[in-house]
């Protein structure tokens, strides 16, 4: 449908009266809505998501892993302490793990001719009894294969940066390009590698990134930064879902495995790498920035002020990168509870957070999946209260998130016709605590519903005021983001279904992230000491469910997405 200049002004005014009258009609929701936030009922939330998190933070939990499972059986064990009725939905996916890896440099050009082989692994700070069981570093659904060539210098590896070495005079064709961490995603890193001609990728975390520039910042333990030998593991999947099932869900009968793509047409499908590649760390990222010649990078192609002068190559630095992966179809487990609706119990508010993490994933995702549990926690109360929602509440904990999705993408898939038909909102929490400052994205129709349930809500770092109030004093415009991309879980509800999605945080990028040193020890000291900011996430997160849930009409606001169809 067509729609005209002299009809916006007109559907917007209808819609304003719509908001206006369905806001002010009463409901039971009120009454709960107050207690949710109340002092009798989030009393011990700080110790008993703490608790949560160091149980869920305890053992790395790689999606397909025993470890996984076992976080599986805890959180459904959760939701049914709480008298939320609950299940595991499994389903059998495509998973890669590394089983060797090798990098070596020679500098042909010293003399005598220099040669050192890395050992890549991230060191293990006393009191960590776990981290032998740490993977590792690998990037997932990288290239087997062996690389051998000059190095060069890419910066973040972006077209723009390749398009810099051409105007350089530079040829990456034939060499091994060396990369740091930021400003993109790391298949794309990977991908746009393979287009310039390289033969392989290593992918390290600079210090002036992730590591605090300056002698006083000595890594993890002793701050916040990422320790000289860190690493950031991640995915190098650009789909979303199960790679040898798109389109449809991952699920095996006892006699057979569903229909799935063969190696070579998930390679034709452009989302999986053509090249080898390997993560690295800051201090060996530094050694082989120290063994490149030729022109000296661009000013901000630079490092830290007391770091080496980078320079672009190729060479002399010779590269010989080796990776070998194992592909196979592993169980994942996504756990679901659901608190049945009253009165349309056939229209569903989805909650979700994924659980697996490449180590031990305080931040990234288990901060989300404690909030999670805290909202469930009180939503049991609720329940014993006499409380039940208008409309069906659904609490997800997805599995393999990390590995692109696949969790939430494969229940999306299995039940696509009926959450289109019935699914009224995603509310998606991923690394919901990471340190202070209020952060949240979503489809326009929901952004009064945040504002609302932020002004209830005190700031965790300022309690004189509301996080409402923080917010719109500390944010730049705008204030909250779309939900573009494929970054967290809602991806397959927004870009698949086209289910209105909010996705919220506090914090936002830290320097720890994907790496070993994401424990409950970092958050103790660093991202949350005192736990406040995983309840007031829970408390935002827990109220937008509750308006959505219990309101007579569904509170959506059309006067901001009107507004940008207007301006775009």
């Known amino acids: 449908m067509i729609i005209t200049t002299l009809m916006i002004p007109i559907c917007l005014y209808i819609i304003y009266l719509l908001f206006i009258i369905t806001s002010s009609s009463p409901s039971s929701y009120s009454i709960y809505h107050s207690l949710f936030t109340s002092t009798s009922l989030i009393t011990n939330s700080n110790s008993t998501i703490s608790h949560h998190l160091y149980t869920l933070t305890r053992?790395?939990?790689?999606?397909?892993?025993?470890?996984?499972?076992?976080?599986?059986?805890?959180?459904?064990?959760?939701?049914?302490?709480y008298s939320l009725p609950s299940r595991i939905t499994s389903y059998h996916v495509s998973l890669t793990y590394p089983i060797s890896r090798s990098l070596t440099l020679t500098h042909p050009q010293s003399d005598p001719p220099t040669s050192i082989t890395f050992d890549l692994n991230q060191k293990i700070y006393s009191g960590d009894p776990y981290a032998n069981e740490v993977l590792p570093t690998f990037h997932a659904y990288a290239k087997s294969g062996t690389a051998v060539g000059k190095v060069v210098y890419v910066n973040y590896g972006r077209v723009e940066d390749y398009d810099t070495l051409k105007q350089m005079g530079v040829n990456v064709s034939g060499t091994v390009v060396l990369v740091r961490y930021g400003e993109i995603f790391r298949g794309d890193i990977v991908r746009n590698a393979h287009l310039a001609g390289a033969v392989g990728v290593v992918v390290y975390t600079d210090k002036k990134d992730y590591g605090g520039c300056g002698s006083k910042n000595k890594g993890y333990p002793d701050d916040r930064w990422m320790p000289s030998s860190g690493v950031q593991v991640g995915t190098l999947y650009s789909g979303a879902g199960d790679p040898t099932t798109p389109g449809w869900a991952s699920i095996s009968s006892s006699n057979a495995d569903c229909e799935r793509l063969s190696d070579d047409e998930v390679e034709q499908s452009g989302d999986v790498p053509l090249i080898p590649s390997l993560p690295i760390s800051w201090a060996d990222g530094d050694f082989i920035l120290r063994s490149i010649g030729g022109q000296v990078a661009n000013a901000d192609w630079q490092g830290c002020p007391d770091s080496s002068v980078y320079r672009v190559g190729p060479g002399p630095g010779f590269l010989n990168l080796t990776y070998t992966g194992s592909q196979v179809i592993n169980a994942i487990q996504n756990v679901i509870a659901v608190i049945e609706g009253a009165i349309e119990p056939d229209r569903?508010?989805?909650?979700?957070?994924?659980?697996?993490?490449?180590?031990?994933?305080?931040?990234?995702?288990?901060?989300?999946?404690?909030?999670?549990?805290?909202v469930a926690r009180r939503f049991g109360k609720l329940k014993r209260k006499g409380w039940r929602p208008r409309r069906t509440i659904i609490l997800c904990n997805w599995d393999a998130e990390e590995y692109g999705l696949i969790g939430s993408t494969e229940w999306v898939e299995e039940n696509r016709e009926m959450?289109?038909?019935?699914?009224?909102?995603?509310?998606?929490?991923?690394?919901?605590?990471?340190?202070?400052?209020?952060?949240?994205?979503?489809?326009?129709?929901?952004?009064?519903?945040l504002k609302q349930a932020t002004q209830?809500?005190?700031?965790?770092?300022?309690?004189?005021?509301?996080?409402?109030?923080?917010?719109?004093?500390?944010?730049?415009s705008p204030l909250i983001g779309r939900l573009g991309g494929g970054g967290s879980d809602y991806a397959p509800f927004v870009q698949h279904i086209g289910i209105p999605s909010v996705d919220i945080l506090f914090g936002g990028g830290y320097p720890v992230y994907h790496s070993m040193y994401d424990d409950f020890v970092w958050m103790k000291k660093f991202g949350d000491p005192m736990f406040h900011r995983h309840v007031a996430a829970a408390s935002i997160w827990g109220l937008v469910a509750l308006q959505l849930a219990d309101k007579e009409f569904l509170p959506f606001n059309y006067l901001s997405y009107a507004n940008e169809l207007q301006e775009s």
């Open 419 to 449: 959450l289109a038909s019935r699914a009224v909102a995603y509310l998606n929490v991923d690394c919901g605590v990471s340190g202070p400052g209020f952060h949240a994205s979503a489809t326009p129709q929901l952004d009064e519903l």
């Open 59 to 81: 053992r790395p939990h790689v999606a397909g892993t025993q470890a996984n499972a076992d976080a599986a059986s805890y959180v459904f064990s959760t939701f049914t302490s």
């Open 348 to 374: 569903f508010v989805i909650l979700g957070n994924h659980r697996d993490a490449w180590t031990f994933g305080a931040v990234d995702p288990n901060s989300g999946t404690a909030a999670l549990l805290e």
């Open 456 to 476: 209830q809500v005190r700031d965790p770092d300022n309690i004189s005021q509301t996080i409402y109030e923080s917010w719109i004093t500390s944010s730049e």
